[in-house]
């Protein structure tokens, strides 16, 4: 039989799936910019790269610092100003090891921003201690053994002398419930409670 040549014309013109797929990727596509012509960055980048402006007073020592707008005030105290006593524990809002005082009012440094506390006096773990002696708190913690492992510990004393500016509590329940957002993974509730009745005995 005569080989049917018209049909194997028309395979040999017609590139197969393989073949275009192949050719195509080794076509480079090139998107130019007109001469001049930069991406544009969007506002968070913008204010990223420049900086806010932001003044305020940690433990009594003033700071201006140059912000990236996104910035948590835990972050801020931790990798800029090297306090590490606030500790990063959900980074949520939920555990409290957080816990700051600015301008006397217990906070959750993990979710404030940073550039929102311009002209605020915050005070963390490390500036309750006064010339050498410790805290009422601090030291009614060490009476009491008021921690195991310590990671929550600078969240609970800080959100305790908040508490105990607040002068809402007067007995272990009500110390137990204005404490309820500082939680302890050790368990060490009865210590804690204990400690924050010795200490506003002594405030």
Do not use: W
């Not at 913690?141 to 007067?170: M, N, V």
């Amino acid at each position: 039989m005569p080989q049917d040549t018209s049909r194997a014309t028309a395979r040999a013109h017609h590139p197969t799936r393989r073949e275009v797929v192949a050719s195509g990727a080794a076509v480079p596509i090139a998107l130019t910019l007109p001469p001049g012509a930069a991406p544009a960055r969007t506002a968070a980048e913008k204010a990223s790269s420049s900086g806010v402006p932001v003044k305020f007073t940690v433990n009594g020592t003033s700071h201006a610092l140059s912000l990236d707008p996104r910035s948590t005030l835990l972050d801020v105290l931790r990798e800029q100003l090297d306090l590490t006593g606030s500790k990063k524990g959900c980074d949520q809002g939920q555990c409290g090891a957080c816990t700051v005082l600015i301008d006397g009012r217990r906070v959750v440094s993990c979710l404030t921003l940073a550039v929102m506390q311009d002209g605020t006096s915050i005070t963390t773990v490390e500036g309750l201690a006064k010339d050498g002696t410790l805290h009422p708190l601090q030291q009614a913690f060490i009476d009491h053994d008021a921690f195991q492992c310590g990671y929550c510990t600078p969240g609970q004393i800080c959100s305790a002398a908040g508490l105990i500016a607040e002068g809402k509590a007067r007995t272990p329940e009500q110390i137990r419930e204005l404490m309820s957002g500082n939680i302890c993974r050790c368990g060490a509730y009865p210590n804690i409670v204990a400690a924050i009745q010795q200490a506003m005995g002594q405030s």
